[in-house]
């Protein structure tokens, strides 16, 4: 089975623009979830979508925002860009049904300037 | 989800069984004990899991204290690709907002 994948790999944005990250969780897995991990705060947990909705937020700004399509797959956004975002940004699927353990993706790699 | 403890980091001689713990003294009765490591920059990777018993699989096993209050990970023949950091996470089933700390960085020597 293939692993969850994420695109881009590595991107770079200037302050103020906008950038939308894709994960493409394994196959049968329902629940998404969103992490960034920064050598200052490690890792932080941004959000969880499941069947299209989302299930629980972390304590991130509203600049931070997602959303999960009816395949499962699953995007996130984030707007005006600051310095601080710069991070890598992990996604990990779940199936839920029968176990709730998180497979994580390679991580995109954001660098903002 | 309660808190961990773990040392920042550990050495452990290839070829040798690698013992990493982790204390988590205010566990809830539903909380699960959850392993994995992360090697430079990459995804992290699932370890194992468990609940009251000890557990084993082809990576690793997982000791946990009858009172649930710390739990020990063992690579019992660690190698070099082995280096990483460990993170040892207590989480309920259902609730994916995983809490990671700093975790152990455990490096194998040749």
């Known amino acids: 089975k293939a692993g969850v994948t994420q695109t881009p790999r590595y991107l770079i944005k200037t302050r103020g623009q906008q950038v939308t990250l894709s994960c493409s969780p394994i196959?049968?897995?329902?629940?998404v979830s969103w992490y960034q991990q920064t050598p200052g705060q490690g890792l932080q947990f941004l959000f969880e979508?499941?069947?299209?909705?989302?299930?629980n937020k972390g304590n991130f700004p509203g600049r931070f925002s997602g959303r999960q399509f009816s395949n499962s797959r699953s995007e996130m956004n984030v707007s005006t860009l600051e310095l601080g975002d710069s991070a890598l940004y992990l996604c990990?699927?779940?199936?839920?049904?029968?176990?709730?353990?998180?497979?994580f993706g390679p991580g995109t790699r954001l660098t903002v300037l | 989800d309660a808190k961990t403890t773990q040392p920042t980091s550990m050495d452990c001689a290839e070829g040798r069984a690698a013992n990493l713990p982790c204390n988590h003294s205010t566990i809830s009765g539903n909380e699960y004990v959850y392993w994995y490591r992360q090697i430079h920059s990459q995804g992290p990777q699932y370890i194992i899991h468990g609940l009251k018993n000890n557990e084993t699989n082809e990576m690793a096993s997982l000791i946990i204290t009858e009172d649930r209050k710390s739990s020990t990970l063992i690579l019992p023949h660690a190698t070099l690709r082995d280096t990483a950091v460990y993170y040892c996470?207590?989480?309920?089933?259902?609730?994916?907002?995983?809490?990671f700390g700093a975790g152990t960085r455990l490096t194998v020597k040749p």
């Open positions: 990990a699927s779940s199936f839920v049904v029968v176990t709730d353990t998180q497979y």
């Open positions: 979508y499941f069947s299209e909705t989302q299930r």
């Open positions: 196959s049968g897995h329902r629940s």
């Open positions: 996470i207590v989480r309920v089933e259902r609730n994916n907002d995983m809490r």
